[in-house]
Each structure stands twice: as structure tokens, then as C-alpha cells.
């Protein structure tokens, strides 16, 4: 039998592969970091004083004009928060009279981004910000909302009930320690997480084969 992947509207399977069970869950990682404390990431200056990073649009309208790989950003919140580059089409259902704004902060490349430009695919520099910007207002957004996951998988004997039939409820295995197990945290997005699990599997197996 395969181990089963947790869908996004069930954040937890039960195995049962030989004499052994295998508990999956995704969880939401509550103690994920700020995207912008990394390197290679660019930092976000919003103009809503109820952010932590807020600049003043003149300030930022300033490093636009004389910073020529800065990214205007667009602004969207509708229940989650959305944040776009201006100069690219909204995706469907977004409008800014009365939920979005259109100027409503900008993104500015760190150091290491502006050294790693260097022609890539055909696009000129401009191009490759932009789409630099996009990249990073996807990892943002998804960290703004809470949609950062992690995974962990823990493995144990197998116990029967009286009747010999599996016990197959994580309770039942509470006093008991796992003989395998597998986590790790810090993907944004619920396909990050779930294709690093699937990643994962094979080792996983492999674990179990060798117990």
C-alpha cells in the first residue's frame, strides 16, 4: 500500500503498510519567518500605515524615479491580503475602487538580487526585476495570509485490536514511540508542501523496509 499525500480539506492520513502504520500531516507553520529578513528576497515598503513597513508614498514614489530596478505594487484585500506588481495585469476578480489599491507601495531588490541579473532567458533588465517582484509578491502574500506548511510523518508498529483488525487511530499509538519519523518546515503554499512530501516518500519507505 502507498502512503497517501493529506489533500488541502484533509490534513491528515493513516497507512498501513505490513506490520507498520504511517501517520502524515500537513500542518500550518505558525512560526514561519518574515520572507523579507532573507537574502536574495527584496524588501516591501507598503503605504498603509497599518503595516510595519509602511514609507510614505512621496518617499516612494522618490526611489522610483531614481531607482530603476524598484517595482510599483499593487495592493488588493478581500478576507487575504494580495499583493501584485502594478505594471501586470490583476489577476480575475480583482478591482480597486473599493477593495484594492493601485499605487500601494513598492519592492526594491537587495544586492544580491541586482548582482544575479545577467541577461537571463532574453529578458532585458527591466523585464527580469518585474518578474523578480512577481515571484517575491506570490512568497509574500502567501506568508502575509498564513499559507506556510509543514509536514511530519511518524511510523509505528502495528497493533491489532481484540478481533485482529488495525488500530488505526493516532490515540491509540500516544504512549508509543515512533520506530520512524520524517518533518520539516517552511514551505509557502499547500503544493510547496505537498511536493515535498512526496519528495519525501521514498526515504520514508525506505526507512520502513529497513526496520
Not at 123 to 132: H, I, S
Not at 166 to 178: A, F, H, K, N, T
Not at 188 to 207: C, F, I, M, Q, R
Request: contains cysteine; hydrophobic residues 35%; charged residues 30%.
Amino acid at each position: 500500500m502507498e502512503i497517501e499525500i493529506p489533500a488541502y480539506d484533509k490534513t491528515e492520513t493513516v497507512s498501513v503498510i505490513g506490520k507498520h502504520i504511517v501517520f502524515a500531516k500537513i500542518e500550518p507553520d505558525g512560526d514561519a519567518s518574515n520572507p523579507t529578513d532573507d537574502d536574495g528576497f527584496g524588501t516591501f515598503y507598503s503605504h498603509s500605515t497599518r503595516h510595519i513597513n509602511f514609507k510614505h508614498p512621496d518617499e516612494t514614489s522618490e526611489i522610483l524615479e531614481s531607482d530603476p530596478d524598484a517595482v510599483a505594487l499593487s495592493y488588493f484585500e478581500h478576507g487575504n491580503s494580495l499583493w501584485m506588481v502594478a505594471e501586470l495585469p490583476a489577476r480575475p476578480g480583482v478591482e480597486f475602487q473599493w477593495d484594492g489599491v493601485r499605487f500601494a507601495g513598492i519592492w526594491v531588490p537587495d544586492q544580491c538580487i541586482r548582482e544575479s541579473y545577467s541577461g537571463q532567458d532574453g529578458l532585458t533588465r527591466r523585464e527580469w526585476m518585474v518578474k523578480q517582484a512577481k515571484g517575491a509578491c506570490e512568497t509574500y502574500t502567501q506568508w502575509c495570509n498564513g499559507d506556510v506548511y509543514g509536514y511530519n510523518v511518524e511510523v509505528f508498529d502495528l497493533k491489532l485490536d481484540d478481533d485482529g483488525e488495525p488500530l488505526d487511530l493516532e490515540s491509540d499509538y500516544r504512549r508509543e514511540l515512533p520506530v520512524f519519523e520524517d518533518s520539516c518546515w517552511g514551505f509557502y503554499g499547500y503544493d510547496g508542501v505537498t511536493e515535498a512530501l512526496t519528495e519525501a516518500l521514498p526515504e520514508v519507505k525506505d526507512g520502513i523496509i529497513q526496520l
